[in-house]
């Protein structure tokens, strides 16, 4: 059993910066692959990121690609989003994601634990 809790979500302006912050329980942490998902208001749930169990491998929605970047502390058990050059259409509900496997590879289909999400909001 894997549980995670994220953090760093809040208000911020068009063009700032956030971190998001998912620290996991269990001794396990290094054997998953994390990712990061969102959803807005009346949207389905959307891949955002995800990084391999090594954290060599990264891989990205289009959408952000060059604004956010994915990494992991495998000794504190945690997995940041870095997110950038935030616009109006980041705003959204963001949740960690683990998936049992070394790939950095994810999608909702695969995840085996869900965190239960922080509120980013960005506004114009």
């Known amino acids: 059993q894997v549980q995670l809790v994220e953090s760093g979500g809040g208000l911020v302006q068009a063009g700032g910066s956030l971190r998001l912050s998912c620290a996991a329980s269990?001794?396990?942490?290094?054997?998953?692959?994390m990712g990061w998902f969102r959803q807005a208001p009346g949207k389905e749930r959307e891949f955002v990121a995800v990084?391999?169990?090594?954290?060599?491998?990264?891989s990205y929605v289009d959408s952000v690609k060059g604004r956010f970047t994915i990494s992991r502390d495998n000794a504190k058990n945690t997995v940041y989003l870095q997110m950038n050059s935030l616009k109006p259409e980041d705003t959204a509900v963001y949740y960690c994601a683990a998936r049992s496997g070394v790939l950095a590879t994810m999608s909702i289909r695969t995840v085996n634990y869900w965190g239960q999400g922080t509120q980013v909001t960005v506004s114009s």
């Open positions: 990084i391999s169990t090594s954290g060599r491998s990264t």
């Open positions: 269990g001794r396990t942490f290094s054997s998953y692959a």
